[in-house]
C-alpha cells in the first residue's frame, strides 16, 4: 500500500510539473504582446517598451519561468496586468463560485446517474431500461450551453423561480447563493448525469450474474438489498473513475456555461484574460486547475483503496 502510495506522488509531482511547463511554452508562442494590448494600437515604441520592462516581459524566457515557479512555490501569483491587482486575490474569489458550483453540479450528477444507471440495470431488456437509454442519449446529444438558455427560458422567464443570471455573493445568504447556481449546476449535469447514468448501468450489468449475488439472494437479502449494498459496490470503481474525470470537467469547463449565466468564477476569468491577453492570469489559473485535476485523480486512487481492498496488498 506505501508503495502504491508513493508512486502515485510521484506522478502527481512530476505531471503537475511537465503541466507548467506545457502551459509556458504555448503561451511564449502565442502572437501579440500584452503590453501593446494593454496601452492600445497608437501607443508609441517607447512607452510599449517602458511597460514590456515594468511587468518583466522583456527578460528572457527561461528566467521567467524560474520566477513564475518560484513565486508559486512561496504563493506569490504574481499581479494581473489588467485589474492590477494581485492573481491570488482574483482567484481566490472566483474559486468561491466555481467551486460550489462544481460541488453541486457533480451531487446531481451522482444522484440522477446512480440512481438511473441501477434502475435501468435492474430491468434490463425491459420498459423503464429502454427509457432511461433513450433519455441519456439525449443528454449526451443535447450541448450544456443550449439545455442552459432552455432553463432559463422555463425557469426565470416564463416561472420566475430563479434568476435568469449574476450571483449575489454568499453574503447575502446561502439560500440566495444556491438559488443562483442551482440553474447553471443542472445545465452541468444534465451530460455528466447521462454519460455516468450508462456507465453505472454497465458497470452493474456486468456484476449481476456473479456467483456473490445469488448468494447473497440465497442468503436472504431482498433484490433491492442485493442490487444496491452488493452489486452497486463491486461496479464503483469504474464509476469512480469516470466520476473523478467529470469532476475535474466540471472544474476546468465550466467556461461557457458561467458566461450563460454571467457568473464570476473561474471559466469567466480565464475567457477575460485570454480577450485582455493578460498572461500572467492565464498561466496561473490553467495551472491551478490542472494541479486540481491531478489532485483529484490522486483522490481517486485513494478511493480505489477503500473500495477494492485487494488493492492494499500491491
Do not use: C
Not at 469504474?238 to 469532476?247: K, S, Y
Amino acid at each position: 500500500m506505501l508503495f502504491f502510495l508513493l508512486k502515485r506522488l510521484a506522478g502527481l509531482v512530476a505531471t503537475l510539473a511537465a503541466a507548467t511547463l506545457v502551459v509556458f511554452l504555448v503561451l511564449e508562442v502565442l502572437p501579440g504582446d500584452p503590453a501593446q494590448v494593454m496601452l492600445g494600437t497608437e501607443a508609441r515604441p517607447e512607452q510599449v517598451a517602458a511597460l514590456r520592462h515594468e511587468l518583466g516581459l522583456d527578460r528572457p524566457a527561461p528566467q521567467r519561468y524560474v520566477a513564475w515557479i518560484g513565486g508559486m512555490l512561496r504563493g506569490d501569483l504574481g499581479r494581473s496586468y489588467t485589474y492590477q491587482v494581485p492573481v491570488a486575490e482574483l482567484v481566490g474569489e472566483r474559486l468561491l463560485v466555481t467551486v460550489p458550483l462544481a460541488l453541486l453540479a457533480m451531487a446531481l450528477t451522482t444522484a440522477l446517474a446512480l440512481g438511473l444507471g441501477v434502475y435501468a440495470a435492474a430491468h434490463q431488456g425491459q420498459a423503464g431500461d429502454l427509457g432511461v437509454m433513450g433519455l441519456t442519449q439525449l443528454g449526451i446529444a443535447v450541448p450544456n450551453f443550449w439545455f442552459a438558455f432552455l432553463l432559463i427560458l422555463l425557469f426565470a422567464v416564463h416561472l420566475g423561480w430563479f434568476p435568469s443570471g449574476g450571483f449575489p455573493g454568499w453574503g447575502a445568504g446561502i439560500g440566495a447563493a444556491l438559488k443562483a447556481l442551482l440553474l447553471p449546476a443542472l445545465a452541468l449535469a444534465v451530460v455528466q448525469a447521462a454519460i455516468l447514468a450508462r456507465i453505472t448501468r454497465s458497470a452493474v450489468l456486468d456484476i449481476l450474474g456473479e456467483d456473490f449475488i445469488r448468494t447473497a439472494r440465497a442468503k436472504g437479502n431482498s433484490r433491492a438489498r442485493a442490487l444496491w449494498r452488493h452489486a452497486l459496490r463491486n461496479a464503483l470503481v469504474p464509476v469512480v473513475t469516470i466520476m473523478g474525470l467529470q469532476f475535474a470537467s466540471l472544474l476546468a469547463g465550466t467556461i461557457i456555461v458561467e458566461n450563460v449565466f454571467t457568473l464570476p468564477g473561474l471559466g469567466r476569468l480565464v475567457f477575460q484574460a485570454i480577450t485582455q491577453h493578460d498572461l500572467i492570469v492565464i498561466q496561473d489559473v490553467v495551472v491551478l486547475l490542472a494541479g486540481l485535476v491531478i489532485l483529484i485523480n490522486f483522490a481517486v486512487d485513494l478511493l480505489y483503496l477503500a473500495i477494492d481492498p485487494r488493492l492494499r496488498r500491491r
